[in-house]
Each structure stands twice: as structure tokens, then as C-alpha cells.
């Protein structure tokens, strides 16, 4: 009995063992389950942050691509807008230039048919005298030899007025055809060894950014580094939404070209505020200086001229900013240079003066605007100061016909100074008269008392007007905006309207030593 009792008893404890190490299994399972399960659900939480991050990454980077190519596409755009324009400026260059063939083709038609009309008048007249004659002749078997003799060589004279008359005119044709097909020779002789470029029709300069941020740093607190920088060079600063460029626009092509070299040592320097633009606006305007006084000489190298007074040639580079009808005028200098040593070379004349007053012909137009007189005299009586020859000065004075050409070389820089203003592309004469409008806009307003500045900007529709503070008082500025708005409304004419704003600026400055 002993022995049954311990055996069931190992036998319930082992049962109860197993139980207890099923139970304890079965419990270790459902928590690995469990955990296995939470870190399941986090790994697949992280995936999907990852997911979402990766994606909006490469939303961003698309964007980007996006925004780069629709940048690309509208400059691309810009520029095939500016080529269009320019050849249907060539287009209606070459429509006038026919026009103006037709009209003289029409006007010598017209002519040819006038003495047509009048030759074949002449030959009927001289027939009917002549039937008349010989009537009389008949009617007079009474008369003597002489006097027969003398009526026959009358009439056979008259008869024979005609034939003369015609070869007369032959003689006198040929003659004047073979002139013409000379001087039409010498012409495209000397055009054809000449290589000019088109002139572009541009009153705006895009400048590149390094970033977008740099727009507001140009801008400044309240705009008002960009009022100071349009005070400072009477250029207009356009902002717009376009990536990383900035817009100059004036009519002045020596403003514009002082802006754009202030702003990019502005964005180069970094420090952008009203006392450094007007540092950078100086220092550009002396590096300008410069690079005309080196556009000058450069002009007398490429033309290999000796001999010319620094004076002559500092204000022979002026005239890189100066334009005439949007032609260049210092390029239209180079080129009449050009032309009038070929042409002298074709007519056996020393090319080296015919160069020289071609060069300097329109020398006048760089001496500044206070000076009163046309530019033909005041270029003359400017290199005539400095010791040019007088073939030279009369060559430039000559050279609109104001005075009377004294030399042969003065209508040669005359014809020179014609093919080179004519030629296809070569002038724009809207231009002109739009560059005049707001030329005349900035000398009305400094016309007035106390006026220091003007700036003629936003394409004419303003104008800036800076008064010295020592002189003119707030009320009087006041005054002093409606006598302009009374002027500009008497005295020009404008489309839209004009916008005008005065300005009164006190500054005090003192050095701390």
C-alpha cells in the first residue's frame, strides 16, 4: 500500500509540474506575441514616416526642376521676343527703302513722260512748218536762185533740229550713265569690303542674381535702399517675380551703365544700405570714365591713327554712350572712318586724312549739352583747338553742309557719313524721338530755380525731382511741383500721364576726431 501511495503521488506532482510548465510556456508565448506585435507596428510606423519624408523630397526636388525649367523657358522666350523684334525692324527698313525706290522710279517715269510729251509736241510744230514751207515754195516759181537756195537750207535745218536735238541728248546720256555707273561702282566697291553689325533696340538691362534673398536686401527696410539707388543714378529698378533677376531701365545708356556696375559691387560687397550705394555709384562712375577714355583708344588702334591729342581721343570714347537714332555713335564714327578710306582708296585720294575726318566727324556730339551750336561746328572748333589740319576741321564742319566744303575729303566724310546712317538696320527712328521726349522732360524740370536733379524714369511716366534744401523751403517744393506740372502740360506733348515728385533732403555731417 505504501508503495501504490508514493507512485500516485510522484505521479499527481508530476502532472501538476507539467501543468505548471505549460501554463508558464503558454504565458512566455503570448507576451513574445505581444511585444513581437508592438515592434511590428513601430517599424511599420517608421516606414511610413520614411515614406512620407522620401516623397515630399522628391515634391520639392520636382518643384524645384519645375520652377528652374519654366526660368529657363521664359528667358528663352525674352530673347526670341528681342530677335523677332529686331528683324521686323530689318523687315520695315527694307520695306521703306523699297518704297522710297518706287517713288523715285515714279517721280523719273513721270519726268521721262513730260519731255516725251514735249519732244513729240516740238516734232509736230516743226512738221507743220515745214509743210507750210514747202507750200510757200511752190506758190513762188517767181523767186530768184538765192533766194530758193536761201529757204531750201532753211527748211532742210529745221527738218533736221530733230536728229540733232537726239543725238545731243545721246551724247549727254551716255555721258551721265557712264558717270553714274562709276560713282555706283566705287560705292559697292568700298560697301562690299566693309562688315558692319545690326544695332540693338534696347533701353533695359537684366542683371543676375545670386539669390532670391538678394531682392530684399535691394529693396531694403520700406524701400528704401531702392529709392535712394534710383535717386542716386536716375534709373529705374524693376523687381518682379522673376527668378533671380533685376531689370535697369532708362533711356540714358551711361546711367544704365553706372547702375549696373554700382549694383553688381553692391551684391559683390554684400553691405546694401543708402551710404554704400552712394560710394558704389560714385566708384562706378569714375570706372565709366575710364572704360571711355580706353573706348577711345582703342577706336584710334583699330584704325591705326597717329598723331591725335589725348584730349581728342578721352572725348572721341564718350561717344561709346551716345546714340544716334539707336545707332552707336562711336561704331558709326569707326565705320564712316572706314568707309571714307576706302572710298578715297578707290578714287586715288590719301586714305590716312580721309580716315582721320571720318573718325572724328561726329566728335561734337560727346562735348556736354550746355554748350550751345551744332555738333558739326563744336567738333570742328574742338579739333582745330587741339591742332588738326584744316582739311580735317573743314571735313567735320562740312560734313551736315552747314559751311561750304572746301575739299574733295569733305564729301567723301559727307557720302561716307550717309552709307553708314542708312544702311539697313543701321537707324531707328522711334527710338530717337522717345529718347528726345524724356530729354526734354529733365531740361524742362531743370530749367527751374533750386532744381539740382532730374530723372526722367519709368519710360517718361515720372519724373524725380531733387531741390537743394539750402534754397527752396518745403512750401516752396510744393510750388515748385505745380509750376512743372504747368509747364510739362503747356509746353509737351505726352501720352497717359506723368507723375511728378520733389524731393527736399537735409543731411548734417560732422567728423569725430
Not at 523687381?239 to 553692391?266: K, M, N, Y
Amino acid at each position: 500500500m505504501n508503495d501504490r501511495f508514493d507512485w500516485s503521488l510522484v505521479v499527481l506532482l508530476a502532472v501538476i509540474g507539467l501543468l505548471v510548465a505549460f501554463a508558464t510556456v503558454w504565458t512566455m508565448t503570448g507576451n513574445t506575441r505581444r511585444v513581437a506585435h508592438e515592434q511590428a507596428a513601430e517599424l511599420i510606423e517608421v516606414a511610413r514616416r520614411e515614406a512620407a519624408v522620401a516623397g515630399e523630397e522628391i515634391k520639392q526636388k520636382a518643384e524645384a526642376e519645375i520652377q528652374e525649367r519654366r526660368a529657363e523657358l521664359n528667358r528663352e522666350f525674352d530673347r526670341r521676343e528681342i530677335e523677332a523684334d529686331v528683324r521686323l525692324r530689318e523687315i520695315r527698313s527694307h520695306e521703306e527703302s523699297l518704297g522710297l525706290l518706287d517713288y523715285q522710279l515714279e517721280q523719273r517715269q513721270e519726268r521721262l513722260n513730260r519731255e516725251n510729251a514735249a519732244i513729240v509736241q516740238a516734232r509736230d510744230a516743226i512738221r507743220a512748218l515745214s509743210k507750210s514751207v514747202r507750200k510757200r515754195l511752190e506758190g513762188v516759181s517767181q523767186m530768184d536762185a538765192e533766194e530758193i537756195k536761201r529757204q531750201l537750207r532753211e527748211e532742210v535745218q529745221l527738218e533736221c533740229q530733230d536728229e540733232l536735238r537726239a543725238r545731243r541728248r545721246e551724247v549727254l546720256e551716255k555721258s551721265d550713265q557712264e558717270l553714274h555707273t562709276e560713282s555706283r561702282r566705287i560705292l559697292i566697291a568700298a560697301m562690299q569690303r566693309l562688315a558692319s553689325k545690326p544695332n540693338n533696340d534696347l533701353t533695359a538691362t537684366l542683371l543676375q542674381l545670386p539669390s532670391e534673398d538678394m531682392k530684399g536686401r535691394i529693396i531694403g527696410r520700406e524701400g528704401r535702399n531702392i529709392k535712394a539707388f534710383e535717386a542716386a543714378t536716375g534709373v529705374t529698378l524693376l523687381i518682379d517675380e522673376s527668378p533671380q533677376l533685376v531689370l535697369l531701365s532708362s533711356f540714358d545708356p551711361v546711367r544704365r551703365e553706372v547702375a549696373r556696375t554700382a549694383l553688381e559691387g553692391l551684391i559683390k560687397d554684400g553691405r546694401i544700405h543708402p551710404a554704400s550705394i552712394e560710394e558704389f555709384v560714385k566708384r562706378a562712375q569714375d570706372e565709366i570714365e575710364l572704360a571711355s577714355t580706353q573706348a577711345g583708344e582703342d577706336a584710334v588702334s583699330r584704325l591705326n591713327i597717329n598723331g591725335l591729342h589725348s584730349e581728342i581721343i578721352k572725348l572721341l570714347g564718350k561717344l561709346k554712350y551716345r546714340f544716334s537714332y539707336n545707332q552707336n555713335v562711336l561704331d558709326h564714327s569707326v565705320e564712316t572712318a572706314f568707309l571714307a578710306s576706302l572710298l578715297a582708296s578707290e578714287v586715288g585720294l590719301d586714305p590716312n586724312i580721309a580716315k582721320r575726318a571720318g573718325l572724328l566727324h561726329d566728335i561734337g556730339k560727346g562735348v556736354s549739352g550746355e554748350m550751345e551750336g551744332s555738333h558739326a561746328a563744336i567738333g570742328a572748333d574742338f579739333i582745330k583747338r587741339y591742332g588738326e589740319t584744316p582739311i580735317v576741321v573743314n571735313a567735320v564742319a562740312a560734313h551736315h553742309e552747314e559751311v561750304k566744303p572746301e575739299t574733295i575729303y569733305a564729301g567723301l566724310v559727307i557720302l561716307a557719313d550717309t552709307i553708314s546712317a542708312t544702311r539697313p538696320g543701321a537707324r531707328a527712328e522711334s527710338m530717337t524721338n522717345y529718347i528726345q521726349r524724356l530729354e526734354r522732360l529733365e531740361k524742362l524740370a531743370m530749367g527751374i530755380e533750386g532744381v539740382q536733379q532730374a530723372f526722367a524714369i519709368q519710360a517718361g511716366r515720372e519724373i524725380r525731382v531733387v531741390v537743394s534744401p539750402q534754397h527752396v523751403t518745403d512750401d516752396q517744393a510744393r510750388e515748385l511741383a505745380k509750376e512743372l506740372r504747368r509747364k510739362i502740360e503747356s509746353d509737351l506733348q505726352y501720352p497717359s500721364t506723368i507723375k511728378i515728385t520733389v524731393i527736399r533732403e537735409s543731411r548734417f555731417t560732422e567728423t569725430a576726431t
